[in-house]
């Protein structure tokens, strides 16, 4: 059975960078194809979309992160990360690693991801 354990998460400055990890267990990134994605719940309801990374590594990422947010994967180690540069306090939420077999065409879509972590809290001061 797939898991997915997410760490890195914390409390930083407006400015400052964390680094988001995600370890897969019970599954070999090196020879099957997952595609993978961070989602993130800031206070309030709603699970939203912020970068999504395929097997062969084509990436996606929503408008709000694009240039400060790096999705990559190490496969090798099996393991998942967010570079998170240039935080805003808007940047304050669950985040949250997700997987699904295989190369997904919509990246971003929450609806096309079967496992999920637990979830990593971040949290940005002004």
């Known amino acids: 059975q797939v898991r997915l354990a997410e760490s890195g998460g914390g409390s930083a400055q407006a400015g400052g960078s964390l680094r988001l990890s995600c370890a897969g267990f019970?599954?070999?990134?090196?020879?099957?194809?997952?595609?993978m994605a961070w989602f993130r719940q800031p206070p309030g309801p709603g699970l939203e979309p912020v970068a999504g990374i395929r097997a062969d590594g084509t990436t996606d990422y929503v408008d709000p992160v694009k240039g400060r947010f790096t999705i990559s994967k190490d496969n090798a180690k099996n393991t998942l990360y967010l570079q998170m540069n240039s935080l805003k306090p808007e940047d304050t939420a669950m985040y949250y690693c997700?997987?699904?077999?295989?190369?997904?065409?919509?990246?971003?879509?929450?609806?096309?991801?079967?496992?999920w972590g637990r979830g990593t809290q971040v949290t940005v001061s002004s």
């Open positions: 019970g599954l070999t990134l090196t020879r099957t194809a997952y595609s």
């Open positions: 997700a997987a699904r077999e295989g190369q997904l065409g919509r990246l971003l879509r929450l609806a096309n991801y079967d496992t």
